[in-house]
């Protein structure tokens, strides 16, 4: 398949082997269509099989190479298998999207810890089981790319989102790890920091300043992965915000920031 949009080329996957975690809605969904326009062999990950299903469909309809396979971004031998599964049936993966994530709120007198850990386990040990899926295959062929997509959220903690903020922090800290570890292997790493995103995950969200389409997200999300970046911020004007509030007094981020914010 091939495509263009507004004069961008949407072609340099041709043949690639891209595999997204979280691919039943959303950001993931998007990717999918995307990477799909772009000529990659898709295989999409996702607890909802019956979104997936619909999904290939709707790509092998236009003529796209995809396959799923059921998975729980927060079950480590879970992922195994279904890359294991995937990679029967498309051959080894070369980009690895860890996009699944999940969010949960705190207030000043619940801290949610229940759902904070399950925010942990999907957002920042879920990508590391990801890429541990396909790591040894990468690492042997020499080449690849691991992609997780983290939020602008990972430059402040903000309120009532202390677990999602926190996650992706660590994420953002893990990616940057491994990014330097694995220079000399010719794998690349890249963090995806967006901001807000209009997905099912943010619809609640009352205010969500310079946000964007998911179609939108996930074309500059696949310019910036082909362009292999280090970490790609967008808009970069919601990025330098968030950044800003570093050296803000706690009293205005509270009165700035609304409580019900979900990035990404």
Request: hydrophobic residues 45%.
């Amino acid at each position: 398949m091939s495509g263009s949009v507004e004069g961008v080329d949407r072609m340099g996957f041709e043949g690639k082997v891209v595999y997204i975690t979280g691919a039943s809605s959303g950001i993931g969904l998007a990717l999918a269509k995307e990477f799909a326009l772009r000529g990659a062999r898709l295989g999409i990950l996702a607890r909802r099989e019956d979104r997936l299903r619909q999904l290939c469909g709707e790509i092998r309809a236009t003529g796209g190479t995809i396959e799923y396979a059921v998975a729980d971004a927060a079950d480590r031998g879970g992922m195994n298998t279904a890359v294991a599964s995937l990679n029967d049936r498309l051959g080894l993966c070369d980009v690895m999207i860890a996009n699944a994530g999940i969010g949960a709120s705190n207030t000043s007198t619940d801290l949610n810890v229940t759902a904070a850990e399950q925010v942990i386990r999907t957002n920042l040990l879920g990508p590391m089981y990801a890429f541990e899926a396909v790591f040894a295959d990468l690492l042997a062929r020499g080449s690849g790319h691991l992609v997780a997509v983290s939020s602008v959220a990972a430059f402040k903690g903000l309120p009532t989102s202390a677990a999602y903020c926190a996650s992706k922090a660590g994420l953002n800290a893990y990616l940057e790890s491994i990014r330097i570890s694995l220079r000399a292997r010719n794998i690349a790493v890249t963090a995806i920091c967006p901001g807000f995103v209009r997905t099912e995950m943010t619809e609640k969200s009352k205010k969500m300043l310079w946000a964007c389409n998911a179609d939108v997200a996930a074309r500059k999300i696949a310019r910036a992965i082909q362009r292999q970046k280090k970490v790609y911020v967008f808009p970069t004007r919601m990025g330098l915000l968030v950044k800003s509030t570093r050296w803000l007094p706690d009293w205005l981020v509270a009165k700035a920031l609304p409580d019900d914010s979900v990035f990404g």
